[in-house]
Structure formats: C-alpha cells, structure tokens
C-alpha cells in the first residue's frame, strides 16, 4: 500500500523567508505526487503534480517541487513567502493505475508572519 | 465554467439519523471521488465512481454508500449516524479515471453529529 509522510504538522516562517514543506511517499514504483492547498472553508485545491516527466515541478502561486527517487522525497518550496500563503498543504500520492484515488499526507499548516 | 458544487454546505444531524449529500461535478466531467477530511485522520478516501458505476471504495463501513447518475451527480448517504461521522466531505470531479486526469474538489460539506 502506498503511503504519504509529510513531515511537521506546523511549519512558521517570516514574510519573505523560504518555504519548505516535506513530504516523503513509499511505494514500490514511482507514483504520481501532488501538492494542494486548502484555505479555511474551503475546498482544495491543486498546485502542482509530478507525472514521470520533469523531475522539477513548478506549479501556482510561485511553487515548485522536486522529485527525488533516491530519497523517495517531493518536497514543496517556494523562495519567498506571502502573507497569502498562510493556508495548510497536502501531499499526495496516486498510484500508476487507471484509479484517481488519492492518498494524502496528514498536512502541514503553514505559518506566515509579517 | 462553474466548479464543483456540493449541497449542503453545512448539516447538523442527530445520533441514529441518516443524511445525503450531493456532488455537482463540472460540466463535462464523469469521475467522482468523495473524500472525508476530519482533524484525527486527515484525509480517506470513500469512493470513486465513473460511467454511475462505482469504481474503488474505501475502508468505510457499510453505513456509507454512494451512487452517481446518469448526468454524472452523485450521492452519498450516511445511515445511522453516529459522533465520530462529523467530518467535512469533499467530492472531486474529473474528466476521468486515472492520474492524468486533474481532480477539482468542491468546498465540502461539513456535517455536525450531535
């Protein structure tokens, strides 16, 4: 069974600063591995995807991700945070299969300040 | 194009009652997954239907099922409530099965057990 681990359910960084949020997946074949966002109230929403093709993902709002095999890892970074980023973020985990069930990481609540 | 609509929005039932709740995809979309998202264990996946015919399920008990029609809405319904089924439902549509295909979530449902 595949499984998502994202490390740190609380992350705080200063406006401005680097964001890193850590995910880490095993399964015994390269999967496909999501990053979505989820606002207070709301639904969630997809800010990157890695499907075998480049191993670096940029996706919405300034993200990107980097695929590593070796480290069985997909983490989240973005250079330079926003007040706006302030939201919690799920890693995610798609098995190279015909199914679209997604199994996501516990996530991680990211913290903005000024 | 309008998104992914779920009605209601917000559900307070009692103990032993059951309720349904609804999934709107975008137009043009014929895969549903329903998802429930609580604070203990994050993110589970409930089902997955395709073509009104109910392609994965989760590990939920029989008290949970779903259905989807011809028009690609779906249903679920949740018998004899109990406590720990408070929890927000997302639903999230596609084009189709598989990885390839962009999943939309909806802003969920939150359902309140007294």
Known sequence: AQSVTQLGSHVSVSEGALVLLRCNYSSSVPPYLFWYVQYPNQGLQLLLKYTSAATLVKGINGFEAEFKKSETSFHLTKPSAHMSDAAEYFCAVLPNSGYSTLTFGKGTMLLVSP | KAGVTQTPRYLIKTRGQQVTLSCSPISGHRSVSWYQQTPGQ????????????QRNKGNFPGRFSGRQFSNSRSEMNVSTLELGDSALYLCASSLGQGAQNEQYFGPGTRLTVT
Do not use: A, D, I, K
Not at chain 2, 42 to 53: A, H, I, K, N
């Open chain 2, 42 to 53: 994050g993110l589970q996946f409930l089902f997955e239907y395709f073509s009104e015919t």
